[in-house]
Every structure is written in structure tokens, then in C-alpha cells.
Nanobody
Framework: QVQLVESGGGLVQAGGSLRLSCAAS????????TGWFRQAPGKEREFVAA????????YYRDFVKGRFIISRDNRKNTVYLQIDSLKPDDTAVYYC?????????????????????WGQGTQVTVSS
């Protein structure tokens, strides 16, 4: 069992930056690939980025490339999501989630139902 806690969200102006954290307890996070998802009001939860357990492979949705960077520090049992040049459309609850095997055929699992453990989410609100 893995318990995940997200933090780092908040209210920022468009163009600003945030760094979200996903801290794990229970089993070590280094055993799992980790993904970030987001869910805006009235919309489905959507995949944003993922990182392998070792940190040597990352995968991003096209719409976040160049603005979002996923990273991890296994010594701290934490995965991060750096978000730059924030836009009002980035407003959502951001969730981290884990699964053992993250990549297949060069792509990452990017559907919420394919992940096993979830955090409670952290709210990101971007004002225009």
C-alpha cells in the first residue's frame, strides 16, 4: 500500500510558476512509476505527465510540453511537477498516482483507471 500526499498548489497569476510535490509513505515510491493528472470543474480527469521509477524516462501530454517538468527524488520519496508560464486553463485539482510498470511500447499508461494508488489532490488556480 502506498499513501500519496500532494502539496504546492495555490492561487497564482497567469505567467507564474508552481512546483507541486507528491510525497509518499508506506512503501517506497521508488518501486513505482508515478504520474500526474488534473481535473478541472466539469471535466474528466486528464493525464499530464509521468516518470519512471528510476527517473530516467519521462512522458508528457503534448499540451504541456515545454511548460511542465516532472522529476523525482527517491531519497525523499517525492515526485515533483514544475509548472511554468501558467495559464487560466491550467486551473484544476492536480493529482499524483502510481503504478508498478509505467511504460509500454515507448508510451506511458495515461488513463486514470490504469493507476493503482492516488493522492487527494492539490488545487491550482490561475487568475488572468
Amino acid at each position: 500500500q502506498v499513501q500519496l500526499v500532494e502539496s504546492g498548489g495555490g492561487l497564482v497569476q497567469a505567467g507564474g510558476s508552481l512546483r507541486l510535490s507528491c510525497a509518499a509513505s508506506g512503501r517506497t515510491l521508488s518501486m513505482y512509476g508515478t504520474g500526474w493528472f488534473r481535473q478541472a470543474p466539469g471535466k474528466e480527469r486528464e493525464f499530464v505527465a509521468a516518470i519512471s521509477w528510476s527517473g530516467d524516462r519521462t512522458y508528457y501530454r503534448d499540451f504541456v510540453k515545454g511548460r511542465f517538468i516532472i522529476s523525482r527524488d527517491n531519497r525523499k520519496n517525492t515526485v515533483y511537477l514544475q509548472i511554468d508560464s501558467l495559464k487560466p486553463d491550467d486551473t484544476a485539482v492536480y493529482y499524483c498516482a502510481t503504478r508498478r510498470v509505467l511504460f509500454y511500447s515507448g508510451s506511458a499508461y495515461d488513463t486514470a483507471g490504469e493507476y493503482d494508488y492516488w493522492g487527494q489532490g492539490t488545487q491550482v488556480t490561475v487568475s488572468s
